[in-house]
């Protein structure tokens, strides 16, 4: 049944942001002095496709390097990062229905589709229980147009913890600022950082009182409810010691958080969070949703007028349209890989353990079979993948086939992810990790 | 279960004894005073080792050096515990154990394992739902063997966590107004029956959809912008029982979402559509909204349009945040009005004091608006909304230490058997005036309330649905080319809509035959009506021949070519009439979707309704509308026939013979079935070239068919379907093998070849045995627990309530409702005495 390891994954699972094990201050930073390698992963999934011709060098028809080639206008931000970076194209995605979005199905590996409920996890909530524990193993942040942030500030399309169990996203910047840095907050922020403290403290004490006189049977699994809120609110506290800690790396806020003039605003200050969640070392994994993986969206911060499901239906290549959204995905990969640079972790620095995983959740495009989904890695996750490369695959192994290997890689011990052995006959031709990607 | 009550042991043990002066007395739960030394390892000396020794032992099973129950031998001794229990070993043919001394060996395993186990996770697999059949069928129905003496029955006293259907259908209640029973229609979702799963088979919480009067674009832009919270509960299980009180806890993630839920609601409660629309949004003038929309809005809450009449419930919630000032008055009516809304109950001052310090507290550090939502969402995690509570704290134990639920407890108890929202008037007066105490007053207030159809009671369409499975197949992922093989679309969601659309149909059938409430389930499995939609006209029709789908397209392409000729000859004759004039446009070629697959039936009757989620994917949601028709005679008889069913229970690529015949076994003949062992890889040779029935002949392997042949000739009747239910005659070109057996079902009328699953369902339809195997599954629903031998007399009244009176659900109902299993908890000393300290 239940046991505490299991409930602390399920409470990882629901909240886009889990709560994990007591850790000392010190446990929370990425130490040089640790023993055990703190790594990250970020899952970037910008909706609506991504077109293979937005990111391939011209003339690259055959895997090579990628030294001499010159990146496309839509990814050019990334020319000075092309040593990281391994453009994959060729891996595919039929099993997964992602025409109009394969919603769960694309970072699950199953069939997804609007109104389906999550048939299993998928691979960013699994990579967040293996890799290097940290507070919250798990933050999920989606960007969409202000009204749909505003009206529905947590969504959950994209992530699961299991069948039936979807991870929730984070949309208003001033919810999440709240639940990461309330305790050094000040204004408006402390205030309701602390009525909900003094409400959820209230709750665990009434949940614990309505436990006492339960039978002995039912101890053990009532007991995992009120550890539930002594979690929710030991995390607060934890996060409170921490604060000195925290101040370091929590952005500033200014008024695009309560006055946002755009959506671009709170897409900017969301990735300024995701990536203080990260540089401070509260988690180790970060999915960043563009379009919060339906077909709607809108970035009319960036010049864009049109919005929503037109935006698929125009061709990617040459589109300024489209150019201007991949440009300002690659800003936003470069400010990552920029900050995570800049803080040094080991012998090197937090963005040397960290890989970034840049793909749609649409495959290549919004009507699409799913017979190529491109993907773009950053980083080499120490050591782990290839990097500086473009490969080409023949479209006959299946993007679960990444995410096995984004687990070898992890240290797990496995040949598949969410695929059968009767669906890989028909959907696999290989087995275990992509060779062409792992060093 | 019972191992709790040891003062109930020593008393029954006393009185025992006394009876049964020098024999040994066993009662079931009793705890045994034997040791492994003492008992075990002679019952396993005499009875197993002499197969399962150290040299070339039956199965690569060694018994002869297995000490007593440790945590590195558990798995060995578990799989002991279920082939003894299950009779499975000692074989047929070697002397078998006392009936007695088997069920203590059996006890001993549980207890040693409970006990061995009790820091490692525990061991409960006894209290499994799929473990029910493990207690002797022969030994609950028929005459117990002398040295068994029961002692009267009773449930642990315990508390059940809500379903995930129930919470979502419990928190609609507050924002959505549901349409009243109507009579003339029946079948049409009204108020009190559940929130159903949507177009996709998610199960979520709809705000404002009863008042959209307009949006731009689409079904999926539709569904994008109205605003609805998903399920946050979790729910694991997909076969049989879904909630045991055991099962499930709420974590700390869910409870955090479920605050945010309740900000949510709250602010819906106040505000209505203005909490998730702007201001101008909100008006009949439909045009005036359109002029406002700028451009493609498509997907966006700006592009929906609210009517101005106020659809949802107003509560002291919507008083409490209209007014400016706060009052105590308002605040404290609120708290109740929520309190109640919310467990079902309403709070005890003291609780009522608490959240309204709370909210208090919260309205002065936020002020009026957010403080009250802040506040109030506090009561969305109390216990009781979380949890329904069987505590049974108040009473005298009688001289078996059992205690009759009462009042509040009782009353929620008997709501929760059949409703999902709060008791109505007539129950709760009965509670709050102290009638709710006895089993008369149960039996009244069932009846009451099975008598009246405009109480819904959707938690025995529920049962249904957990009995036969037939609620999966829209979960069921299809390979599309398999998909298509059958015959059906497989057309971007077509399929697993029509799967939905059957489960609601499948749905209705039950609840007609619940209706007439005679021969429940005979009529359940051999009847020859069917609820369908127009697509069911393919599901329910037969697959082609490749002859017959060549024959269909060249029909197809003649007709065509026909049409075509026809349509040059009339322009020609046009152009003759009017010479030198531009002839007009020609006709658009008719849309002709013919498919050859599949003869169609011609399923017509008088129309009716599914009770199918509300409008919530705007023009793409579910519709109600259905016939009520006859199946083709000769090829289905009864919802095992249906699509529905079929279909939960097949896989990506083919039908699945040994889930159906798992089913058969466990629910119809009340079989049990051990846990694979972990070294099995189960796996059928993928052989597109072979059929189904020939790839299962690697369960057919000695170590593998002991267990398989309770199964695989149970479930391969079934293969005249294919694995979208479309009735066949020819697999793989050739005539399709329907044979199947039934061997050791319990009942030798029963057993013997069948040449097809009509002839077998025919079969089982008949036998008394099988009436009781779905007693028994009714037991574990409504009582919350797999059945032990104590509850002998419990079934066999509900049983013969059940036979007595024609085969009626409602008599069987109001026997387990009106049962010692359910009126009754027993409490541990040690929570009695934690209970009591926490009273003083």
New interface residues.
């Given amino acids: 049944m239940l046991n505490r390891r299991t409930m602390l994954r399920h409470m990882a699972a629901g909240a886009g942001a889990a709560f994990s094990l007591p850790l000392l201050p010190n446990q929370l930073m990425a130490s040089p002095t640790s023993n055990s390698t703190p790594k990250r992963i970020i899952f970037f999934l910008q909706n609506q496709g991504f077109d293979p011709l937005t990111c391939i060098p011209d003339g690259m028809t055959t895997s090579g390097s990628l030294a001499k080639a010159n990146l496309p206008e839509p990814i050019s931000a990334l020319e000075p990062y092309k040593e990281r970076l391994h453009i994959i194209n060729g891996l595919h995605g039929v099993h997964t229905s992602p025409s109009h979005s394969a919603f769960f199905g694309a970072l699950g590996g199953y069939r997804g589709g609007d109104g389906v409920p999550p048939s299993a996890s998928t691979i960013d909530y699994e990579l967040s229980k293996v890799l290097p524990e940290t507070l919250l193993p798990h933050l999920c942040i989606g960007m969409d147009s202000i009204e749909n942030m505003t009206t529905k500030p947590t969504l959950a399309t994209l992530s699961a913890s299991g069948a039936g169990q979807p991870i929730f996203m984070y949309s208003n910047p001033n919810h999440l600022y709240q639940m990461l840095y309330g305790g050094i907050s000040s204004g408006d922020i402390r205030r309701q950082h602390e009525a909900r403290s003094n409400v959820l403290n209230q709750v665990e004490q009434f949940a614990f009182n309505k436990g006492r006189a339960l039978p002995a049977a039912d101890k053990q699994r009532y007991g995992q409810y009120v550890q539930g809120f002594k979690d929710v609110n030991g995390l607060r506290d934890r996060l409170d010691t921490v604060a000195d800690h925290l101040r370091k790396f929590a952005p500033k806020v200014d008024e695009r958080y309560t006055k946002p003039q755009f959506e671009t605003d709170w897409h900017d200050v969301l990735l300024d969070l995701g990536i203080s969640a990260l540089t401070s070392g509260i988690t180790n994994t970060l999915t960043i949703a563009s379009g919060r993986g339906e077909i709607f969206g809108a970035w009319k911060g960036l010049g864009i007028q049109q919005q929503g499901h037109n935006l698929g239906h125009m061709d990617q290549p040459d589109n300024p349209i489209w150019v201007k959204i991949r440009q300002y995905n690659s800003r936003m990969l470069v400010k990552i890989m920029e900050t995570l640079e800049s803080v040094p972790e080991g012998s090197g620095t937090m963005m040397d353990h960290t890989l970034i995983v840049y793909t749609s959740n649409n495959a290549d495009k919004q009507h699409t079979s799913g017979a190529n989904w491109p993907v773009m890695l950053l980083g080499n996750f120490d050591g782990a993948f290839k990097t500086g490369c473009f490969t080409q695959l023949q479209g006959k192994r299946p993007i679960n086939s990444l995410y096995t290997s984004l687990l070898r890689a992890s240290g797990v011990d496995c040949d598949r992810f969410n695929m059968s052995e009767q669906l890989a006959k028909k959907f696999d031709d290989g087995n275990g990790p992509l060779k062409e990607v792992l060093a | 279960m019972t191992s709790?009550v040891p003062l109930v042991v020593a008393i029954v043990l006393s009185g025992s004894l006394l009876a049964e002066a020098g024999g040994e007395v066993y009662t079931p739960g009793q705890k045994l005073n034997k040791d492994f030394d003492g008992f075990a390892r002679p019952f396993l000396v005499q009875h197993c080792v002499d197969c399962h020794g150290d040299t070339d032992p039956e199965g690569n099973l060694s018994l002869h050096d297995l000490g007593p129950v440790d945590e590195v031998n558990s798995g060995t001794w578990k799989s002991v515990w279920a082939q003894v229990t299950l009779k499975e070993m000692p074989p047929k043919d070697m002397d078998q154990p006392e009936v007695v001394q088997r069920l203590q060996f059996s006890d001993w395993i549980v207890g040693e394992l409970k006990r061995v186990m009790h820091d490692k996770?525990?061991f409960?697999a006894h209290l499994d739902p799929n473990k029910g059949n493990f207690v002797d069928h022969e030994l609950l129905f028929g005459k117990l063997p002398e040295g068994i003496q029961l002692v009267p029955t009773s449930s642990?006293?315990?508390?059940w966590r809500v379903t995930?259907q129930e919470h979502i259908t419990r928190l609609n209640e507050l924002i959505n107004r549901e349409k009243e029973f109507d009579p003339e229609k029946p079948g049409l979702r009204t108020h009190g029956d559940v929130v159903p799963t949507?177009?996709?088979?998610?199960?979520?919480l709809y705000f404002g959809t009863d008042r959209i009067i307009k949006w731009q674009?689409g079904t999926?832009?539709y569904?994008?912008a109205v605003?609805s919270v998903?399920?946050?509960l979790?729910?694991?299980r997909?076969h049989g029982l879904e909630n045991y009180?055991?099962?499930?806890?709420?974590?700390?993630?869910?409870?955090?979402?479920i605050m945010?839920i309740a900000n949510d609601i709250i602010r819906y409660m106040a505000e209505g559509p203005l909490s998730?629309?702007e201001p101008y949004q909100i008006s009949d003038d439909i045009r005036s909204v359109m002029d406002r929309w700028d451009?493609?809005?498509?997907?966006?809450?700006?592009s929906l349009v609210y009517s101005t009449q106020v659809m949802r419930p107003l509560t002291p919630v919507y008083d409490l945040m209209k007014e400016e000032e706060v009052t105590d008055e308002r605040l404290r009516a609120a708290v109740d009005y929520l309190f109640e809304a919310l467990t079902f109950r309403p709070p005890q001052q003291w609780e009522s004091d608490?959240y309204l310090?709370?909210v208090k507290?919260?309205i002065d550090?936020?002020g009026k608006e957010?403080?009250a939502v802040?506040?109030l969402?506090?009561i969305f995690?109390?216990?009781?909304a979380?949890?329904r509570p069987e505590?049974a704290?108040k009473g005298e134990p009688d001289q078996y230490g059992r205690v009759v639920l009462q009042d509040w407890e009782l009353g929620l108890a008997v709501n929760h058997a059949l409703r999902y929202i709060k008791p109505d008037e007539t129950l709760r007066k009965a509670i709050v005036e102290g009638r709710m105490r006895t089993r008369e007053d149960v039996k009244r207030e069932v009846e009451r309330m099975l008598a009246d159809d405009s109480i819904r009671k959707p938690r025995i369409l529920r049962f249904f649905r957990d009995y036969f499975d037939y609620d999966l197949g829209g979960?069921i992922?299809k390979?599309g080319k398999a998909l298509a093989d059958t015959g059906v679309s497989n057309r971007?969601?077509a399929h697993?809509r029509a799967m939905f659309d059957g489960t609601a149909s499948t749905d209705r059938l039950v609840e007609l035959i619940l209706a007439e409430d005679k021969d429940v389930l005979k009529r359940l499995l051999t009847t020859d009506q069917v609820v369908a939609t127009e697509r069911d006209n393919i599901y329910f029709g037969t697959r082609r021949t490749r002859e017959e789908v060549r024959a269909s397209m060249a029909a197809a392409k003649k007709a065509e070519e026909e049409r075509k000729a026809k349509e040059a000859a009339e322009l020609e004759a046009w152009k003759k009439a009017n010479p030198g004039k531009k002839p007009p446009k020609p006709k658009k070629k008719p849309r002709v979707d013919i498919n050859h697959k599949v003869t169609p039936v011609d399923l017509t009757g008088p129309p009716i309704y599914a009770r199918v989620s509300r409008r919530s994917?705007g023009r793409g949601s579910m519709q109600p509308e259905r016939v009520l028709a006859k199946a083709p005679e000769g090829q289905r008889l009864g919802i095992l026939t249906h699509p529905s069913w079929l279909v939960s229970h097949s896989?990506?690529?083919d039908n699945h013979a040994i889930r159906r015949g798992r089913w058969i076994r466990e629910r119809l003949l009340g079989g049990g079935i051990p846990d694979v062992p972990i070294t099995v890889d189960a796996?059928l040779p993928?052989e597109p070239e072979h059929t189904l029935r020939e790839r299962m002949r690697v369960t057919r392997e000695t170590y593998c068919w002991s267990c398989h042949k309770k199964m695989d000739p149970l479930g391969l009747p079934f293969e005249m379907y294919n694995h979208s239910g479309i009735y066949r005659e020819l697999e793989l070109e050739k005539p399709v093998d329907t044979t199947g057996k039934i061997i050791d079902s319990g009942d030798p009328s029963l057993d013997g070849k069948v040449a097809n699953a009509l002839e077998m369902i025919e079969k089982l339809a008949e036998s008394e045995r099988v009436e009781q195997v779905f007693v028994r599954h009714a037991f574990r629903f409504w009582i919350g627990r797999n059945e032990t031998l104590n509850d002998a007399p419990v079934l066999q009244d509900a049983y013969r309530a059940y036979k007595e009176n024609g085969g009626s659900m409602n008599a069987m109902l109001l026997s387990l409702l009106t049962s010692d299993a359910f009126l009754y908890r027993t409490?541990?000393e040690?929570?009695l005495a934690?209970?009591n300290a926490?009273?003083n």
């Fill in positions: 709790q996770g525990g409960h642990p006293a315990r508390i995930p949507n177009h996709g088979g998610e199960l979520k674009g999926v832009a569904a994008t605003k998903p399920a946050v979790s729910s694991h997909d009180p055991d099962f499930y806890t709420v974590n700390s993630a869910e409870a955090t979402q945010g998730i629309a451009g493609d809005i498509r997907g966006l809450p700006t608490q310090g709370i507290q919260s550090k936020l957010d403080g802040l506040g969402s506090s995690l109390d216990r009781d979380l949890f505590l704290q979960y992922c390979d971007g969601q697993y994917f896989d990506a690529m796996m993928d409490r541990t040690q929570a934690e209970s926490a009273k």
